[in-house]
């Protein structure tokens, strides 16, 4: 267990160093404009937006509500801290109001 | 390219900004640390692994794939599939990385992760959006905290108070949900990103256990339909 432990992080941590050099290295290859160039402006937007989709995918309905709620506050005030911290307040009183 | 006489207050306001993105990152780092200790990783291999990797979903799946015995290759393919989406995280670092030495690309490339994406949000207003020590500072300074809680979580893999009590685990998705308001560029956003969010949650519903596929898939989708609209 122990050999394959340390197997396991050495070849990990290099396959994922050559997945974060390669992302640069394919992305520096494209024009400067263009509907490439477009594609890689949209894709930080599309990122999290999938991202949060993935961990929405599996979330229970209080984590659902409190998605929502976040989602409210951060467009209302703009602030992304004061609105994760929200929801950690609404979920945690939705958890214990329920339990 | 950015130039500044001032890196060294582009690389603290980098840091500054990556906090909120810290302290959700570091309730997962903690959960990382406790789970290593307990699926039989010494602290060693624990931090040796948080270092190396730097990415939370993959370390946990590797992890969890030694643990039930499926071997190191088997471990090593399912958490590179995991971290393939930050192949994406350097592609937008593009403006970022662009003519600096090796040293810096590799550096930058090293410190990518979700959560630069979601720095670039707090980029925008500052003018950092090309800012290379706005986001080495911010890259860094997370990498360092995501050290330090999984050394804490594997030192104290006991004992630790319910998280979920105090809403703590739900800290990593509230924090990108609220950035999401901020990556908004208008309407013609909204095709992209419904496209993007629908292609992982019916591909997640059909395929589970290839669900992180369907990111990269809805991602890179969602991207090109952006691509091809030509309106601005």
């Known amino acids: ?99 | 390219m950015k130039q500044s006489n001032n890196w060294y207050l582009e690389l603290l306001l980098g840091m500054r900004d990556m906090l909120p993105m810290s302290v959700a990152a570091a309730t997962y780092g903690l959960a990382f640390g406790l789970l290593a200790t307990q699926s039989g990783f010494n602290i060693f291999q624990t931090i040796s692994m948080s270092a190396l990797v730097f990415g939370g979903s993959s370390q946990l799946v590797a992890m969890e794939q030694l643990s039930i015995g499926l071997g190191a290759a088997s471990a090593i393919l399912a958490g590179s599939a995991l971290n393939m989406r930050i192949l994406l995280v350097t592609a937008t670092m593009r403006n970022v990385l662009a003519s600096r030495p090796w040293w810096q690309v590799g550096l930058g490339t090293f410190f990518a992760t979700d959560a630069s994406v979601a720095l670039m949000q707090s980029a925008k207003p500052r003018n950092m959006t090309t800012s290379y020590w706005y986001f080495f500072g911010g890259g860094a300074s997370l990498y360092v905290i995501w050290i330090a809680v999984t050394a804490i979580g594997a030192i104290i893999s006991s004992g630790v108070p319910n998280p979920q009590a105090i809403g703590l685990d739900f800290a990593i998705i509230a924090i990108f949900v609220a950035t999401l308001p901020g990556m908004w560029r208008g309407t013609k956003d909204v095709l992209p990103w419904l496209l993007a969010s629908g292609i992982v949650l019916i591909w997640g519903t059909l395929f589970p256990e290839y669900a992180s596929w369907g990111l990269i898939g809805g991602a890179v989708i969602g991207a090109i339909c952006a691509g091809l609209n030509n309106e601005h």
């Open chain 1, 1 to 99: 267990m122990n050999i394959e432990i340390w197997m396991t992080i050495i070849g990990l941590g290099g396959a994922s160093f050559a997945i974060r050099l390669s992302g640069y290295l394919l992305a520096s290859q494209i024009p400067q404009d263009g509907m490439w160039a477009r594609a890689l402006q949209a894709l930080p937007g599309c990122l999290i937006a999938s991202l949060v989709s993935l961990m929405m995918l599996n979330g229970t309905m209080l984590e659902w509500i409190s998605a929502v709620m976040v989602l409210a506050i951060a467009a209302i005030t703009r602030k992304p801290t004061l609105a994760m911290f929200a929801g950690m307040v609404i979920i945690a009183a939705m958890r214990f109001a329920i339990a």
